[in-house]
Nanobody
Framework: QVQLVESGGGLVQPGGSLRLSCAGS????????MGWYRQAPGKQRELVAS???????KYADFVKGRFSASRDNAKNTAFLQMNSLKPEDTAVYYC?????????????WGQGTQVTVSS
């Protein structure tokens, strides 16, 4: 069974930092496309960062220069370093893994972790 477990969310003041982690099991990270998404109340889920198995990491414009995504394939873990946080960054943040098996595409999501930026 594929499972993604997220941690690191919480309450932080504007300008502060948080580091999110995504620990996976049941898949090999080196074969997977990893991504971070977020969804605020009443808003559509949006891409934060995409990490292909091969190639450069792509970031949404609203986090460029502030957020940094990374992955450790040997430890089946992905990270999202969040700096200079703003109130508008408040959302549930999700980790996603995409893999190909027998010509079919499968996507797996973590349960999400709440990030609240407020003074």
């Amino acid at each position: 069974q594929v499972q993604l477990v997220e941690s690191g969310g919480g309450l932080v003041q504007p300008g502060g930092s948080l580091r999110l982690s995504c620990a996976g099991s049941g898949i090999i990270f080196s074969t997977a496309v990893m991504g971070w998404y977020r969804q605020a109340p009443g808003k559509q889920r949006e891409l934060v960062a995409s990490m292909p198995s091969v190639g450069s990491i792509k970031y949404a414009d609203f986090v460029k220069g502030r957020f940094s995504a990374s992955r450790d394939n040997a430890k089946n873990t992905a990270f999202l370093q969040m700096n200079s946080l703003k109130p508008e960054d408040t959302a549930v943040y999700y980790c996603k893994a995409g893999v190909s098996r027998f010509g079919n595409w499968y996507e797996y999501w973590g349960q999400g972790t709440q990030v609240t930026v407020s003074s």
